[in-house]
C-alpha cells in the first residue's frame, strides 16, 4: 500500500492538502479535509511534498522608503549619496501607484547636503521662467544635510532653476564674501536621472552645487612712491572705476539698442558693433561673478547667435548656454551659465 494511516496528501482535483485516517482497500482511503472526512481513490492523492518544494511563495508587497527611514552611517549620513566632497542637491522621489497600478513619481523631497568640514549660510530661490516661486535662509552644518521642501513632480516641467547664494558662518579674511551657484533642469534630462536611479536602484539623486568654497582674489600691492618721486602720473584707480559700466543681467543686441546713429553702417559693421557689445558685458559678467548673463540676439538668419555660440565654446568661464523659447524673448536670446 503506498500511503498510510497519518500521511499527509494533496487532493488532486481541488489541490487541497489533508490527512489519511483510515484504509479502505488497496484502492481507497478515508481522508481528512479541514474536519470533513470522506473517502479517496489513490489515483486521485498523492504526496503534498513536490507542490510544497515547487510553488512559488508570494513575496510581499514593496514598501515605501523615505530618507527619514533610512538608516544613518556613523560619521556621515551623506555616505549612502555616494558624493565624495562639496555642496550637493539632492532629488528623493516620492512614488504613488496610477490607476494602471504602476509607481509613478508624485513629487521629489529636495535636500542640500555637505559634505565638508565648513557650516555655510545660504540663500535658495527657487524660480520658474525668472519668477521666484520660493525663498529659504538657513545655515547647513558641517557633514550634514537639509531638507529644504517638497516640489511636485509635473512642476519640473516648467523650467526651473534653484539658485544658491553660499557664504560662510565663521568668516575667514583668505575666503571670498560668497559664492552664487544656480542648477536648471531640463524634463528630458530629469528623466534620464530617474532612469537611471532606478536601473541602480538607488533612493536618490545629486548634482553637485559647489566644489570647494573659492579664495578670495589676491591683488599684488605695489609700490607706487618710488613712481611718483620719478615724476610719473599717479592716478586713482578708485576714481577711474567709477566709470565702469555697471554690469547687466540682460543685454540687448539689437543695433537700436547699440548705436543711434547706425542706418549708414553695412551688416559687417552692425555685427562687429554688436559682438563688440556682448564682449563688453560678458567681461563685466565675469568681473562681477555673476551665475549667469542672458544675451537678446533676435531671431533673424541667425548670424549673431551663431557668432555668439561659436565665442562662448571657447570661454573657460561658460559652464553651458542654451536657446531655447522664453516668454519674454521667444527664441531670439541665449542664457549662458557661468563657472568660476
Known sequence: MKFQVGDKVLLIHSNEEG???DI????????????????????QIEYPYFKRFTEKK??????????????KEKGSSLKNYKVDTGIWISFLPVFDKDVFDDDVVEYFRIYLLNNTDTAF??????????DSEFNLKNELLPYNDFYIHDVAFEKLNDAPRFDFDFSLVQSDKK?????????KLK????????EEMLKKQEASFAYLLMERYPDRAVTDKVDISKLSSAGYKIYDAGKARQHIPPARTVVDLHIEKISNDWRHLSNFEILTAQLKEFEKYYELAVLHYQPSLIIIHGVGEGRLRDEIH???RLKKEVSSFVNQYHPSYG???????FQY
Not at 540663500?123 to 520658474?128: N, P, S
Not at 524634463?187 to 530617474?194: D, G, M, N, S, T
Not at 527664441?331 to 551659465?337: D, Q
Open 121 to 130: 549660510k545660504f540663500d535658495y530661490h527657487l524660480r520658474y521662467t525668472g
Open 187 to 194: 524634463a528630458k534630462q530629469l528623466f534620464q536621472r530617474i
Open 175 to 183: 575666503k571670498t564674501d560668497h559664492f552664487e551657484s544656480s542648477l
Open 310 to 312: 561659436d565665442l562662448l
Open 331 to 337: 527664441y531670439g536670446a541665449t542664457e549662458i551659465f
Open 19 to 21: 490527512e489519511v485516517i
Open 58 to 71: 508570494p513575496e510581499p508587497p514593496p514598501q515605501k522608503k523615505y530618507i527619514d527611514d533610512l538608516k
Open 24 to 43: 479502505i482497500n488497496k484502492k481507497m482511503v478515508t481522508v481528512d479535509v479541514g474536519g470533513v472526512q470522506f473517502p479517496v481513490y489513490t489515483d
